[in-house]
């Protein structure tokens, strides 16, 4: 019946963010974006990033190659950037065009400063529970959503609805740690789970990261549970001055009567996931410069 709102826990972030920035004397935290091609949606998604880093005092580069770059060149670039001591975090825009492997460029990244978490090395950290390496932004924000917003998962039933890598599997594997904070019994379903419905109406904290409109609908959520919509999808709206509009994997109107809490799409994990990225990048320069 109400709604957990990822702008305003998202500006908190920042604002902390920003005081601690603001605070140092020295050399100030940077962020290398990697934008391959000219992608409409990618070049939103690395605007936002890009705005939210220089508001918060984090400098930001974008640097952009075309869509016909090599992958060797590719990976030159990664190197350059490994090696720059002034580049705390790097991430490269997805997807990459299908000539480069987006498996193989992710791995050229030095993990100290994979601060998109999707290094094998972060996600095997993350699945074993150590602490020093870099959460993916999508599941460090849905994490951080649900404790700022008083919901522990300790004890609970999640279901996670998708397996990606970059949002459900590493969802499951953070709320599963044996933590204060995580301690969850995490059920993680996917196109090929029978009873789906069933399994959905189990979740004490259904999150829902599928890529399908309206899927989730009243029948599959059990009364009061808490419901995190992650699904950013693009429907039609011949009304609006865009021609369409963002809404998420969760029948908003009929699931938030029956949900505790609820997070809207837009305004809910896109935020979060953005402010997790400048944390990491922050966590990745005090790691540098406080050892
Ligand atoms: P993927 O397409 O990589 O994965 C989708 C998952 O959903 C797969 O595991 C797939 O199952 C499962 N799935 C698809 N259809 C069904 C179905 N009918 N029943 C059950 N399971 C199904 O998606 P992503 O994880 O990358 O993204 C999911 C959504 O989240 C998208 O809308 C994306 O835009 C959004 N997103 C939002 C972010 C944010 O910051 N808010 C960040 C990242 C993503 P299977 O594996 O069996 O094929």
Redesign the pocket.
Known sequence: MGRIDGTAIAKEIRTQLAKAVDGLTGRKPGLAVLLVGEDAASETYVANKRRAAHNVGIRSTVIRRPVTIGEEELLQEIDRLNADHEIDGILVQLPLPPHISSSKVIKRIDPAKDVDGFHPINMGKLLIGEEDGFLPC?PY?IHEMLIRSHINPEGKHVVV????N???KPLAALLMQKRPTCNATVTL?????KD?KAICREADILVA????PK?VTADMVKGGAVVID????RVDAPQTSKGYKLVG?VDMAQVEEKASLISPVPGG??PM?VAMLLQNTWTSYCRKEMA
């Open positions: 999508t924000g609805l998708g397996r990606s970059i949002v459900g379903v996917h196109s090929r789970t789906l990261a599928i890529g399908r899927f992650v699904g950013i999808n994997d994990v896109g996931t």
